[in-house]
Nanobody, 126 residues
Framework: EVQLVESGGGSVQAGGSLRLSCTAS????????MGWFRQAPGKEREGVAA????????YIAGSVKGRFTISQDNSKNTMYLQMNSLKPEDTAMYYC???????????????????WGQGTQVTVSA
């Protein structure tokens, strides 16, 4: 059974930081990409970041570039999203995703058909 478990969400004031974690289990061995999405009430889902789990390379959305950093620790089967200088507009449910197989380009569109976690809420107050 595939499980992606997010943690680290919470409530912070604008300018604060949070680090989200996503621990994966049961994901097919050929999967080579993981990432983060977010969705705020009434808004479309947005791909925030992605990282190759084997090899190097990351994707960061323009809306969070310079503030968010994605990383992964294969020894722990865990991916992280370090979020700094948080803004109220970052408030959303954050989901992690993993590709269901090999992808040639690791970015949010290639994760849409993969495995998903249940989400963790991030709330940023002004």
């Amino acid at each position: 059974e595939v499980q992606l478990v997010e943690s680290g969400g919470g409530s912070v004031q604008a300018g604060g930081s949070l680090r989200l974690s996503c621990t994966a289990s049961g994901v097919t061995a050929s999967s080579n990409c993981m990432g983060w999405f977010r969705q705020a009430p009434g808004k479309e889902r947005e791909g925030v970041a992605a990282v190759y789990t084997r090899g190097s390379g990351t994707y960061i959305a323009g809306s969070v570039k310079g503030r968010f950093t994605i990383s992964q620790d294969n020894s722990k089967n865990t991916m992280y999203l370090q979020m700094n200088s948080l803004k109220p507009e970052d408030t959303a449910m954050y989901y992690c995703a993993a590709s269901s197989g090999v992808v040639t380009r690791c970015h949010p569109p290639t994760l849409l058909g993969g495995y998903w976690g249940q989400g963790t809420q991030v709330t940023v107050s002004a």
